[in-house]
């Protein structure tokens, strides 16, 4: 049975590395997930015959509640999507905590010094603190892009923070170290409540100073922390396809953070201690600077003569309900012969990859969707630059403005684009509350509106004037 | 049972390292799907959570198991549906291979 079981985990590691692997073109990604729920069914079958699982009706029950609650959460709308993902990193950690805190009373009271070994014990420790605090991390991240009225959006910053935390992880370590020592110790069981209780806290104020606009790093990190916890828990239950399947999802996370710090030129411990917009905002100096406003009846006269349209979405379009108008743009622009890209930054939206995903749903063929290091030498011969709902990946302060909080932000070079036309909601600055110059420029024209209803009117004047040449 | 922990070191080590390669080459148009995906596949912590609630053991470590073993299967079911509900909204222009959502 061991060998049947030992097999089948094989196999599974083999089917998710598999899985992954395919990801690596949307042609074959479905395969991906297919290979994937093979092999968590056989991981789950071939654990589940072992002969050491006799109380069969508490695991059905178990897996039913999960089926219940996992269908709907698979059906939200994409834009929340990245509470859902922060969501699935809680539930995670939840995994991980439980199983480590049940471990841990358990060979506590059956089997003694003996089955909490050192390596055991910093094993089932990890394992505990990388749960819990993913599990009160990420629900606060799931909360503040959920936007509930409770969890402030903005960085909550208050004195000693940093050192405080620090406190805070140092004393649930000791416990740790102590623990480890002294495993039956009379004081252990408590001792070990309290590095749970520790934990937990921990999370949440890890998480309390980083503000809206870094949730795409956290959410990779604390996938990540999820991936790392499941890798203890196989080291508790010496486990391999838990160590590999944790080990794939913690690097998954790991890189996926790394590409969101490059692309705000932030580094991690910027992000985690840094609490981004507590720069003073130096105002605007010197001379008033004007806008340029267009209506979108010369704005689509402008677009109807281009060759090259590059349209930049952000999270705003989203925000607006505007893919499915901006596809309708698509349409007509295409049918007149001519090409449309769609420019992504790394960040637009609020999750890795989530722009990509917001278009895909309405349509737009992915091979339309270029990357921001791709289409930026393309740039100068674009002809008109769209953008759409996005304001700081596209401020040239960030290649110029030593000063600007984003100084150093590789961003898509609309600037440099033969003409730009910028929708925007209202004449207020973006999220990071920093001007765009970008506004200014004489080649910009701003279209000042709703972004759903600006591009329906551009939709509009296409499908009416269709004898505009 | 003292365990020799060197052997599952090894395999850590060497499956980050695959981890590492293996994402990398992951299209940069799928990292929300990625990231759900590898979401629904660490769930396999669900084989912890099976054990330990189907186990011979006193009833409150089973329950512990139990929530542990809701919140795994959560993760994998909702974790693969969504990730193939994305997936399949990502079309080339090329006629005949869209379908209507």
Redesign the interface.
Known sequence: MHGVSQFGYLV??AL??F???W????AT??R??YA??A??AL??IV??A?P?????A??I???V???I???P????P?TA?PQ??AL??A??G???G??G???F??RL?EGGA??L?P??MVALLAEVLLGYLTLTGSLMAAGKLQELKWVPQRPVTYPFQNVGNFLLLGAGVALGIAITLQPTAPWAAVAFAGVIVLSLLFGVLLIIPIGGADMPTV??IL?SY??L???A????????????????????????AI?MCKAMNRSFTNVLFGAFGQVKQTKATGEEQIYKAETPEGAAQVLDQANLVVIIPGYGMAVAQAQHKVRELYDQLKKRGVTVKFA?H?VA?R????M??LL??A?I?????V?MDEINPDMPQVDVALVVGANDVVNPAARTDKTSPIYGMPIIDADKARSVFAIKRSKNPGFAGIDNQLYFSDRTWMLFGDAKNVVGELVKQFAAGSGMH | MTVDFWPTLYVFVLASFIGLGVIRRVSRLLHTPLMSLTNAISAIAVVGSILVTGGDYPLRIRILGAIALFASMTNIVSGFLITDRMLKMFKTDKPGEGKQA
Request: charged share 10%.
């Open positions: 599974a590691s998710f590395i899985a992954l692997h990801m690596n073109t949307p990604a479905r991906g997930v994937g729920i092999g968590t991981a789950v654990t589940w072992e050491s699982v006799i109380h069969h508490w695991i029950l178990a897996i509640a999960g089926f609650v996992g269908v959460l698979s059906k939200v994409l999507v859902r993902t699935s990193h539930f995670g939840a995994a991980a439980l199983v805190t049940a471990e009373y358990l009271s003996e089955a070994s390596f055991r959410i990779a996938n999820a991936g916890s499941a890798v828990m196989g080291f508790v239950l010496d486990n391999k396809l838990l160590i590999t399947a944790g080990a794939l999802d913690g690097s998954s996370g790991l890189i996926l590409i992504i790394p939206g999750m890795p990859g989530h990509n995903v895909a749903e349509d063929p992915y091979t339309d969707l990357e």
